[in-house]
């Protein structure tokens, strides 16, 4: 029995050395290497992959920087053309009172001097209105349109039915789009009475 035991054991260390002396082979160090190098090419790739990631996030970050100042930026020179805008408007205005001032100090009593004075200064007021691209709607004998008119009343006339009769105040547009309506009256059409009586004479 025991030397059954000792037959196994040696067997068993054959074995174990058989298969050492085959791990050692040219064939399994050629693999081992292989792999070694597939190992370390991924450990390479990675840390590329981490560097570039970096690399992104950094200049997302400056790019996301840089857009903060340029809309900051861009809102101040914005806020910076209508107050220039605003003070050019006021100091045209400005000019307008003053000759407001010059006429009612010059009319003295003349009514003809004060006429003169109020139409040269409404001309220059449609001449500062012109240049901010203010325009007069048109409306005056054109079909009523709700989109630039206000119908304050609508009247019997013989006008055609839905003709602008008379312009109650001048509306105007900005640059294309209407900033304050006209307001009008709106003609009717003739009054139905005469007809009406007419056709009953027929009939009776």
């Given at each position: 029995?025991?030397?059954?035991?000792?037959?196994?054991?040696?067997?068993k260390?054959?074995?174990k050395?058989?298969?050492?002396?085959?791990?050692?082979?040219?064939?399994?160090?050629?693999?081992?290497?292989?792999?070694?190098?597939?190992?370390?090419?991924?450990?390479?790739?990675?840390?590329?992959l981490?560097?570039?990631?970096?690399?992104?996030?950094?200049?997302?970050?400056?790019?996301?920087?840089?857009f903060?100042?340029?809309?900051?930026?861009?809102?101040?020179?914005?806020q910076?053309?209508?107050?220039?805008?605003?003070?050019?408007?006021?100091?045209?205005?400005l000019?307008?009172?003053?000759?407001?001032?010059r006429?009612?100090?010059?009319?003295a009593?003349?009514?003809?001097?004060?006429r003169?004075?109020?139409?040269?200064?409404?001309?220059?007021?449609?001449?500062?209105?012109?240049?901010?691209?203010?325009?007069?709607?048109k409306?005056?004998?054109?079909?009523?349109?709700?989109?630039?008119?206000?119908?304050?009343?609508?009247?019997?006339?013989?006008?055609?039915?839905?003709?602008v009769?008379?312009?109650?105040?001048?509306?105007y547009?900005?640059?294309?789009?209407?900033?304050?309506?006209?307001?009008?009256?709106?003609?009717?059409?003739?009054?139905?009475?005469?007809?009406?009586?007419?056709?009953?004479?027929?009939?009776?």
């Open positions: 029995m025991p030397m059954f035991e000792e037959k196994k054991k040696k067997e260390e054959i074995s050395s058989e298969r050492s002396a085959e791990g050692s082979s040219p064939e399994a160090s050629q693999e081992l290497g292989v792999a070694e190098a597939v190992v370390a090419a991924a450990e390479a790739k990675a840390a590329e981490v560097a570039r990631t970096k690399e992104l996030e950094d200049r997302y970050l400056r790019l996301a920087a840089e903060d100042n340029f809309r900051k930026r861009t809102a101040r020179d914005f910076t053309v209508i107050k220039t805008a605003n003070e050019r408007l006021i100091l045209e205005l000019d307008l009172r003053d000759n407001f001032e006429a009612l100090s010059n009319s009593g003349n009514a003809e001097s004060f003169q004075g109020i139409e040269l200064i409404a001309g220059q007021l449609d001449g500062v209105l012109k240049k901010e691209g203010v325009e007069e709607l409306v005056d004998g054109q079909p009523f349109d709700p989109s630039t008119s206000e119908a304050i009343a609508h009247l019997e006339s013989e006008r055609p039915e839905g003709e009769l008379q312009v109650l105040s001048k509306g547009s900005l640059g294309g789009k209407v900033v304050r309506p006209a307001r009008v009256t709106v003609s009717k059409g003739k009054a139905q009475t005469e007809s009406t009586g007419e056709a009953n004479d027929v009939k009776e």
